[in-house]
């Protein structure tokens, strides 16, 4: 609708390298400002805060680097609070060690991780469940495998102390 703002800007995906790559950036205030099939840059602003940074191809979700995630997250404080890879719309864990999805506390510390594969939760090849969720005090809080998209293990009941 013609609201949006646009901002060419250089940025160097290529660490040691001579490589530079020209995109566009987007500032929107609602998603439905971003244009069909859009290359670039989206930063979206909520009462003064950036409140995610989303990358695009002809209109889908994709990484713009190896390392750098298609849609980062932000708390009103600026800090990170989730980020998500996808390859062409799809989320996907860009390396057998690094998941798809990352949600943090506020102090920062990883709260849960989720692996895909061709946008479908996927236990990752090194035998990691699917998805893993963590207390603030770092320890595990629970796991759940997944193959295919389909939930591989039933739910481990914890039976009360009395």
């Known amino acids: 609708n013609g609201r949006y703002r646009s901002v060419m800007e250089l940025i160097d995906l290529v660490p040691n390298s001579l490589s530079f790559r020209v995109f566009t950036t987007i500032n929107v205030d609602d998603e439905s400002e971003i244009p069909t099939g859009?290359?670039?840059r989206v930063r979206r602003h909520v009462a003064g805060s950036i409140a995610y940074v989303?990358?695009?191809?002809?209109g889908r979700l994709h990484n713009p680097g190896k390392n750098h995630p298609a849609y980062r997250r932000f708390r009103p404080d600026g800090r990170l609070k989730y980020e998500l890879?996808?390859?062409h719309g799809e989320l996907q864990?860009?390396?057998p060690k690094v998941p798809a999805v990352r949600g943090y506390y506020a102090d920062g510390s990883v709260h849960y991780e989720e692996r895909y594969q061709t946008g479908k939760r996927q236990d990752g090849a090194d035998g990691t469940a699917a998805?893993?969720?963590w207390r603030n005090d770092g320890s595990l809080r629970h796991e759940m495998r997944y193959q295919d998209g389909r939930r591989a293990d039933r739910p481990t009941r914890v039976a009360a102390r009395a």
């Open 85 to 87: 890879f996808y390859e």
């Open 38 to 40: 859009f290359t670039g």
């Open 54 to 58: 989303a990358w695009y191809t002809e």
């Open 93 to 95: 864990d860009p390396s």
């Open 131 to 133: 998805i893993r969720k």
